[in-house]
């Protein structure tokens, strides 16, 4: 097993904090609108604009499947006997889940993102009650498989 160290990563605190993202997204975006609205508030409007966008959701949703996915070889890891055997298993199941989901030219995403349905011919969808115009996905699915290659890489055993 080698293990190539990214940086100084904390796979379960980013994770929670996605988890918390994703719960608490619609209504981060009412708050930011109110505040720009209410306080005349510049910056809040571009944090309203942002965080409503499709690119914010198809990122937010990726990350969360990916790191969702770290996150458990993180626990894995953290108990107190860990089974080599199972470690790899889980590592190459891991592996293949994000090359299966994110892979420049057979991208099909996390369970959530194909739920909603977004496809060439249907980009203004609701997610979480709020109608999200994902027109430009396609541009963004390189930069989501890259990461995932990154990481998969990284994960070489």
């Not at 011919?121 to 109608?131: I, N």
Request: glycine residues 8%.
């Amino acid at each position: 097993l080698r293990l190539v160290k990214i940086g100084d990563t904390r796979w379960l605190s980013r994770g929670l904090a996605i988890e918390r993202l994703m719960r608490i997204w619609p209504a981060l975006v009412e708050e930011f609108k109110l505040d720009a609205e209410e306080n005349d508030n510049a910056i809040a409007a571009l944090l309203a604009r942002f965080t409503a966008s499709g690119k914010f959701v198809f990122f937010l949703l990726a990350f969360a499947d990916i790191i969702g996915l770290c996150c458990k070889v993180s626990k894995q890891l953290q108990q107190a006997n860990v089974a080599f055997s199972e470690l790899c298993k889980l590592i190459r199941a891991t592996k293949k889940l994000l090359k299966g989901g994110y892979t420049p030219g057979k991208f099909v995403g996390s369970r959530d993102w194909r739920e909603l349905g977004v496809s060439d011919g249907k980009l203004r969808v609701k997610h979480m009650g709020r109608e999200v115009d994902f027109a430009g996905f396609r541009e963004w699915i390189p930069d989501i498989c890259s990461y995932q290659e990154s990481l998969t890489d990284a994960l070489e055993l």
